[in-house]
Every structure is written in C-alpha cells, then in structure tokens.
C-alpha cells in the first residue's frame, strides 16, 4: 500500500445557530482545503462525507451528492458515512485506504453538522438513536446515560470515591475551556473553575452539564493524496502511519469489559501496529471526551495511563503542554465543540496543524511534535484510531 | 436462518414478567438479551430458557433529562443488573425513590418486572422495559 498525505486542510468556527445551511457551511472549509492543497475542485477524484442527521436537522439526506456538485467536483463518487460521532474519522479512513491502495491519487473528505437547529428535544431524541432501540432505548437510555453509568461503574470497578472522581472529570473540563480559549475555531470561549463544573446542573447523575460537550453546528474538510502526489504540492505533508476501526454491540453486551471499550483498544492496537509505533511515540493526542469522563476511560484505553489513573494524571497537568502526553490541545469536543458528523475530521485537522507547527501564533504549539494520534467514538461503540506523522 | 428468538416474543413474554433469553448448546452461555448467535462463541446452536429475573445492580443513573415527548418521566434511574445466570441488562429502578439512589445501590440484589414505554413516532410499537425492585 501506498503512503498516503493531509495535503490541505479547512475548519470553520463550531457554533451554535450558524446562519449557513449544511452544504454552505460545508463547501466553504472544501474550498480552504482545496485551495491549501494548491488544487482545485477538478483534480478532486473522489469524496467522502461524514454526516449524521442531516435528515432531522435540514430535512436533507445524501448531502454528499449535493454537495460535491456544489464546490464544482461535477458527478464525481461521493459517499456518505454514518457511525454517530465517529462518522468524519470514518470517512477519513475508508478514503486513506481507497488511495493508500492506487485506486485514487487525490480525495477530499469532508464532514458537517447542525445539530443545533434540532432543538434540544429533538437532538436528545436523534441521539439516543445510537444506542440500542429495541433493548435499551426503551429504559430511557439517552446518550449522557451512557457515560454516567460508566462513571459509576468506574468508580466503583477502581474504588475511587465518587467526589474525588467528580473532581478528576472537572480537571478535564477546566483543561479542555484553557485551551479552547486559544482556539479561535472554538465554540466555548470562556475558562471555567471547579466550582462552575460542580455547581452545574446534575444531567444525569454523577454527570453535569460542564461534563458534557455542547450541542454544535460546524464544518471540517482535508484534502488527501498519495505520497507522490503531496510531494509536489507540498512542503509540509502530514502522513497517516496508522490508521484501526472497530466496532460494539449494544452496552450490556459488552459487560466483560466495561467501563473499559474493548472497541477503542482494538482499533488503537490496530492503528499502533501498522504505525510501527507505541503509546510512548505520540507526542500528542485528540480523543473522543464527549464527557469528561470518556475522556479519562480513553485516555487509558489508547495507553497513555494505567486504568483508574487518568484522573490523577488530570489533575497533574500530565495532559498539558509540557506534559506526558499533551490531549485535547484544541479544546476537545467540551470546548472546541461537537458538530458530530465534523469531528472527526476536526481532530485529523488539530493534529495535521500541530505536526506542520503551524499552533505558534495562537499559542498552543507542542513543540517538536513528529507523531500524533485521534481517537473518535460513535454511539456506544464505533472506535476509530488514527496515527499522523511528519516524518 | 430463522432468529430463534425474535424481539417481539421476548417483549410479549417481559409484558408477562418473563424475562426469555437463550442458553448455548455449545459452550453453555446465556445471552440476554437475545441475538441471533451465543454472544460468547457465535454459535448458532441455542434454545430459548427462561432466566430467573434475578441480580445484582452494577451500575445506575439518575436521569434528569429525557428525549423529546418522555419528560413527563423525569426523574428516573436507569440500572445495569448482572442477571445470574452471566449477562448483563438495562432496565430502570422503580422500587425506590430516583432522587434518593446512590452508589449504595450498587451491588443489590434485584427482581426483575416490567413497564411498559408507549413508544414514539420512531417506534410504534408499545415496548416492554425491565423494571427491577431491590429485594435485599
Ligand atoms: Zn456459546
């Protein structure tokens, strides 16, 4: 198989209400990307788009399609991808293989959302539609449930106390609003403090409302090609080394492991082994923390910490710059924003943008970084693992 | 291949305060709720067993938030119950106050019943939910 390069990139500010609809909102990053990546729309082979609920937001299915002939990429093969919030990084990695393979040069994939014009109700709804519908939903199984019942199994599976794991999981929130206030593509641009976290509003206990990422409307987009096609066009290729998938069944189903995600260390493990690399190689890391405790569960599901121990580890500053291992630099999901469909394709973005240095003037570089890695879930249980290097 | 056990009789029969499930012929296993395959080694060889309803809560949630059109069941608690013939199933707590749970509940036992969700204009049909009552 081929190498295959991030050769141009486009991100628009997550938000809530953007004025724009999907395919605008969309067609712009395309065109940052495309123009990034010295090209344009005609020498785009083939795309690939994540999207999840476009149908409840716009009343728009197949938006690829619309889409692709929007930016001028006439009648080319566009695809849409749907794993929840996992969708973007899905889309990502079916194109690095269609390239890594031959049978492309150049694709641009994209990803976009506007959960925001759900409405809260409706978006609570459409969410719990990635668990399961006949066996779990009916209990009143919603997507923050998921993470809180894990929170008390984790708390109870590594005999933390609960305040002290609520402390741990507000470490990552405090984090994640810092770093987002020097993203300006960031939705949340406010720092928080402890108290803010615990004095927030108990969405489903032990989870509060600044445990949870916001509701968001966005867009992300990269252009890919084959090693010899990015050494022509670029200085600065940015390589996926790795790349791993896998996925669950519903949540009970998956009790042998819980609150570890089997899926999560295999897609890692897959991504690590192809890479050639291990957990100590990254130098920095984008993971899924749709609620601060999901992002304590994968940081040690990726290696980075033993299990238990992430909180702590928070708490240290181990996940800062300067630290062990710098996560969630652009703000994570908490801050930056969650346009579920986009995200993934935001977190290939964040660590293309660190591996070319390109973090100096907004303040938040990790300095020296060669290889970096993403981690996206969908639902309870689509995992996807990506390796980037500049080497 | 017929599915052995089809969710609309396992709901039939939770509507009865059955709890089915299947036992595997191969490596001994219960699946609950049902798949087409043992969830432990993918054989297709399984019989429908009734489970006893009866095991210990392994995790909990107390909701405050609920999807469009169930506010009116705010609060409740969701449980995970470690059933004991192995697997693991969601249902809610009913048999004490949601405001009220805590981690103490992990580790107590429980029987389960049932309640019925009416279903939306996602899921039509009325569906049965287990509802588990602490009994010691
Ligand atoms: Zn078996």
Redesign the interface.
């Given at each position: 198989m081929r190498r295959v390069a991030v050769i141009g990139t486009g991100h628009s500010k997550f938000c809530f209400n953007s004025p724009k609809t999907s395919v605008e909102m969309l067609s712009e990053v395309a065109m940052d990307a495309i123009q990034e990546a010295n090209l344009t729309p005609k020498d785009i082979q083939a795309v690939n788009v994540g999207n999840v609920l476009g149908d409840f937001e716009e009343g728009q299915g197949m938006i690829q399609s619309f889409f692709a002939n929007d930016i001028g990429c006439f009648n080319v093969a566009a695809s849409r991808f749907e794993g929840a919030c996992a969708s973007g990084s899905m889309a990502v990695r079916d194109a690095v293989m269609w390239v890594a393979s031959g049978y492309y040069d150049i694709m641009l994939v994209g990803g976009v959302e506007k959960c925001t014009a759900m409405g809260t109700?409706?978006a609570?709804?459409t969410f719990?539609?990635f668990g399961d519908?006949?066996?779990?939903?009916?209990?009143?199984?919603?997507f923050?449930?998921v993470f809180?019942?894990?929170?008390?199994?984790y708390?109870?599976k590594y005999r933390i106390p609960?305040e002290t794991l609520k402390e741990q999981m507000a470490a990552v929130s405090i984090q994640s609003h810092e770093y987002a206030m020097k993203n300006s593509n960031a939705q949340i641009q406010k720092p928080i403090t402890k108290e803010d976290v615990l004095k927030s509003?108990?969405?489903?206990?032990?989870?509060q409302l600044q445990d949870a990422c916001p509701f968001s409307d966005g867009a992300a987009a990269v252009v890919i090609a084959s090693e010899e096609v990015a050494k022509k066009l670029t200085t600065k290729p940015v390589y996926f080394a790795g790349i791993g998938q896998a996925s669950s069944?519903?949540?009970?189903?998956q009790?042998k492991y819980l609150p570890r995600i089997y899926a999560r260390e295999l897609a890692s493990q897959q991504s690590y082994q192809m890479a050639g690399m291990t957990p100590q190689d990254m130098d920095l890391c984008e993971l899924h923390d749709c609620f601060s405790i999901a992002a304590l569960i994968a940081a040690e599901g990726l290696g980075f910490f033993d299990f238990g121990k992430s909180g702590e580890a928070w708490l240290n500053g181990e996940t800062r710059i300067g630290g062990k291992i710098p996560i969630n630099i652009s703000g994570g999901l908490k801050a930056k924003g969650h346009p579920i469909g986009a995200t993934g394709v935001s977190q290939v973005i964040e660590v293309t943008r660190q591996l070319r240095g390109d973090m100096e003037e907004q303040g938040r570089q990790v300095e020296g970084a060669k290889n970096g890695i993403i981690d996206t879930l969908g639902g309870d249980g689509i995992l996807v693992s990506m390796i980037l290097t500049n080497q | 291949m017929d599915y052995k056990l089809t969710f609309k009789d396992y709901d039939k029969a939770l509507k009865k305060d059955v709890l089915l499930g299947l036992r595997c012929n191969d490596c001994g296993a219960y699946t609950c709720p049902p798949m087409m395959v043992c969830g432990d080694c993918a054989s297709t060889n399984l019989e429908i067993v009734e489970m006893s309803g009866k095991g210990r809560i392994v995790t909990f949630t107390t909701c405050n938030i609920a999807a469009e059109g169930r506010e009116n069941e705010n609060p409740y608690t969701i449980v995970m119950v470690e059933l004991e013939e192995g697997p693991w199933i969601m249902g809610n707590l009913v048999s004490m106050d949601p405001k009220k749970v805590t981690m103490e509940v992990i580790g107590k036992a429980v029987q389960v019943g049932h309640r019925v969700y009416p279903g939306d204009k996602y899921s039509p049909q009325p569906m049965a939910r287990p509802a588990f009552c602490i009994t010691g």
């Open positions: 109700p409706l609570t709804r719990s539609m519908a006949h066996y779990e939903f009916p209990a009143g199984f919603l923050p449930a809180a019942l894990l929170a008390h199994l708390a109870s609960l509003f108990m969405v489903s206990t032990p989870i069944g519903k949540l009970s189903s009790s | -």
